[in-house]
């Protein structure tokens, strides 16, 4: 019998991403760290959200139940920035355009696949969502 060894990342690094799509313009937002997402890290996506908006446009942004997307901040600024929060049923992820996007990142960036650096594996996700985008529309 042949011991077969398969590269795996040793240790634990985060890699956390909050996305915005644009269905309409097809662009692609995104909030990123190596924590945790907060309701911070939400309030950062309004406010790049509310700089890309064009002309007096209203902008609807679509939500899941994340206790940390329903709080007080997240839904204090959302009114400063003019923007509507539109919160999905729970248990219907399949409802989120944005949901489409990371299906198929984690298909082509995370399965069977090893990154010798944890930078290579952050650019190789952010780089195919970018590429990805257009899977949404």
């Known amino acids: 019998m042949t ?6 990342p040793s240790g634990r690094q985060r ?7 644009n269905a309409l ?21 309004l406010v790049k959200i509310a700089e890309c908006r064009r002309a007096e446009i209203p902008i609807t942004i679509v939500l899941d139940n994340a206790r940390y997307q329903r ?3 997240v839904l204090e600024k959302a009114a400063e ?10 248990y219907s ?3 989120n355009l944005i949901e ?11 399965y069977s696949k090893y990154y010798e650096r944890f930078e290579d594996f952050k650019t190789a996700i952010t780089n195919r969502a970018n590429a990805l ?3 949404v529309s």
């Open 25 to 45: 313009m097809k662009e692609l937002i995104l909030v990123t760290n190596t924590t945790y997402i907060t309701s911070v890290q939400v309030c950062e996506m």
């Open 71 to 73: 709080c007080k901040l």
């Open 93 to 95: 992820p399949n409802l």
């Open 15 to 21: 890699f956390n991403v909050l996305g915005a799509i």
């Open 133 to 135: 985008k257009f899977l």
């Open 81 to 90: 920035l003019g923007i509507e929060l539109l919160f999905l049923p729970p």
């Open 3 to 8: 011991r077969l060894f398969i590269k795996s």
């Open 100 to 110: 489409r996007l990371w299906k198929f990142v984690k298909k082509q960036v995370l």
